[in-house]
């Protein structure tokens, strides 16, 4: 399959701050995954694809012509930003449909496409209401509206499921997945792999500006498995709880807080180690408050991977 | 070849239409515009309470366009027109950086400076309505006896037609430093109550350095007795001149502001 956007040697600076360093990509149709945590390029990268930003090093191109500048591309790109921001006095119907007109429609075609895209992401019935009193998910569902109402080629998606319910999630991917399958080009960021996990098996993290590894989802699931995982749990009888995970061999350490209210256990094993704890609550009668992992997030898992 | 040239022209035209039309309408229902309808409504306001001190004072010593060419003068001229550039200019640009809206605009198959074009006229006009509305609505109440002298119609035109090319000239200068400076307004302020004020009264060719200056010399010549301060040291330019030259400084700096917003990146805030 030939590829789509071809970055080489991708690199961006703020004054002295890396924002990107030496990415070379070849994303194909479908569906790519940009993970990584929050600050460590992911929206520099989307802007410098979307020409948003100059490279400092590096080009980009899509079809095989330079993005920066070159508006006539924008035709076949939609582009959904992080940023909530919006002309916040416009009605939802009113945003789509004066975005649409910045391609030249005709307002029979504008009209119809707007109620598409508004359609598809059920923001229909609130459509004539101003921007300004919409919940953060119904903003969140419209900056992702007016990145589709044109039907594009290629949809870039920077954290599109942030600030949405469970099922307005699940909407969002399902529309993406139908629009993979239909042959486009898809390029979601998040820094919640179970997002992008649920999207699509092609990913590439990227980490402190660079690509850290790119490849298959499972590639990163075994990574990220063999991460040893820090637990958290505060009760009742934090000594007592202590001294039952001693013999297991799947963990690692076990540390007391000063309050002495809660322990820190450290296992390579997370499932095992969740499933033990339930039968030694009941049966020694330990009240538990909060089970909280502290390092169950990316950020954490890049620090280990890459040994700091 | 030439019609390929031809045809990107004519895109770019109907791209200016485009971003016009878009703004327009924003810009009508925004609350920035209402509040300066009712700024620009000020000199209404006080035509209305002169109108009505001379009616109930029976006092008539001072004519109904005389008092009209001040209100030009001390009003339109020296304030509102570069109130209403500044605030309006500056933000063609900045709005769009501030309010982290620029990126709907530069992913849409529209060049730059078409973006810049579009919200410039759009705004323009708007603060135009603004001016003219007010400006007819001052006129018409302090000449209400003398509303058949059509001599009278023609010095109304005549400032309409300064207040007009000011407006298109002082958003082009505020348009330029909207896109080239974070504190646009601050400068703006600057420049128009401090560099237009002070140097529109010195001597000589130093004066010609003023947009202002341009504008006073396109004025009718009566203008405004009582503030005839206001035109003090003033050696005017031609009519031809003075046109010219204030269509000039617009183009100038509207291509400056396409050519810098074309350059230059916008970060936004916590980026």
């Given at each position: 399959m030939n590829p789509v956007i071809v970055t080489n040697n991708l690199s961006k600076w703020y004054g002295n701050v890396l924002?990107?360093?030496?990415v070379s990509l070849k994303i194909e149709p479908g569906i790519t995954g940009i993970l990584g945590?929050?600050?460590?390029?992911k929206s520099t990268f989307l802007k410098l694809i979307t020409g948003q930003i100059k490279a400092n090093i590096g080009t980009v191109t899509i079809n095989g012509k330079k993005?920066?500048?070159?508006?006539?591309?924008?035709?076949?790109i939609g582009f959904c930003p992080e940023?909530?921001?919006?002309?916040?006095?416009?009605?939802g119907w009113k945003f789509v449909a004066s975005l649409l007109k910045l391609f030249h429609f005709s307002a029979k075609e504008i009209e119809e496409r707007a109620e598409k895209a508004l359609e598809i992401v059920e923001l229909t019935k609130d459509?004539?209401?101003?921007?300004?009193?919409?919940?953060r998910g119904m903003r969140q569902r419209l900056k992702v509206a007016q990145a589709i109402a044109h039907e594009p080629e290629i949809i870039i998606l920077d954290?599109?499921?942030?600030?949405?319910d469970p099922l307005g999630r699940r909407k969002i991917i399902r529309l993406i997945k139908e629009y993979s399958s239909e042959g486009k080009t898809i390029i979601v960021s998040s820094h919640v792999l179970p997002e992008i996990e649920a999207m699509t098996r092609k990913i590439v993290l990227i980490h402190q500006g660079k690509v850290f590894a790119q490849g298959d989802i499972h590639y990163i699931r075994d990574l990220i498995e063999t991460h040893p995982h820090i637990i958290s749990i505060k009760c009742s009888n934090p000594r007592e709880l202590a001294s039952k995970f001693i013999?297991?061999?799947?963990?690692l350490s076990v540390h007391f807080d000063s309050e002495q209210d809660s322990l820190l256990v450290e296992t390579r094993n997370r499932d095992k180690f969740f499933a033990l704890l339930p039968p030694l609550f009941v049966n020694f009668k330990i009240e538990v408050q909060e089970i909280t992992s502290?390092?169950?997030?990316l950020q954490a898992v890049f620090d280990y991977l890459v040994g700091k | 070849m030439a019609e390929k040239k031809a045809r990107t022209f004519r895109y770019f035209l109907s791209s200016i239409g485009e971003v016009f039309s878009v703004f327009f309408s924003l810009g009508k229902a925004a609350r920035k515009t209402k509040f300066f309808f009712f700024v620009s409504f000020l000199p209404v306001i006080i035509a209305l309470v002169i109108k009505l001190i001379q009616v109930f004072s029976?006092?008539?010593?001072?004519s109904g366009i005389f008092i009209f060419s001040n209100i030009v003068m001390v009003?339109?001229?020296?304030f509102l027109i570069l109130v209403l550039a500044l605030f309006f200019g500056t933000s063609v640009c900045s709005e769009e950086v501030e309010g982290k809206t620029l990126t709907y605009l530069t992913t849409?198959?529209?060049?730059k400076s078409s973006i810049i074009l579009g919200k410039y006229a759009a705004y323009t006009v708007l603060i135009i309505l603004m001016v003219a509305i007010g400006l007819v609505f001052s006129f018409l109440i302090l000449n209400l006896n003398n509303l058949l002298n059509f001599r009278l119609y023609k010095i109304l035109l005549r400032y309409m037609f300064v207040l007009v090319l000011g407006l298109i000239c002082y958003t082009s200068f505020f348009t330029f430093l909207g896109t080239f400076l974070k504190k646009s307004v601050l400068f703006g302020l600057v420049f128009g109550f401090g560099w237009e004020s002070v140097i529109?009264?010195?001597?000589?060719?130093?004066?010609?350095?003023?947009i202002v200056h341009y504008l006073k010399s396109l004025?009718?010549?009566?203008?405004?007795r009582r503030f005839s301060f206001l035109l003090f040291q003033l050696e005017p330019s031609s009519v031809g001149t003075s046109i010219f030259m204030l269509f000039l400084i617009t183009a100038v700096f509207l291509g400056l502001a396409c050519l810098l917003f074309f350059l230059k990146e916008y970060i936004f805030e916590d980026q």
């Open positions: 924002g990107l360093s030496d945590p929050n600050g460590a390029g993005i920066r500048n070159n508006y006539t591309l924008f035709s076949m940023q909530d921001s919006f002309y916040e006095e416009m009605t459509k004539d209401r101003v921007i300004r009193s919409y919940s954290e599109p499921l942030n600030g949405l013999h297991e061999d799947y963990v502290p390092d169950d997030n | 029976e006092q008539t010593t001072l009003l339109y001229l020296q849409r198959p529209i060049s529109q009264y010195f001597p000589g060719s130093t004066q010609k350095f003023a004025l009718p010549v009566s203008s405004g």
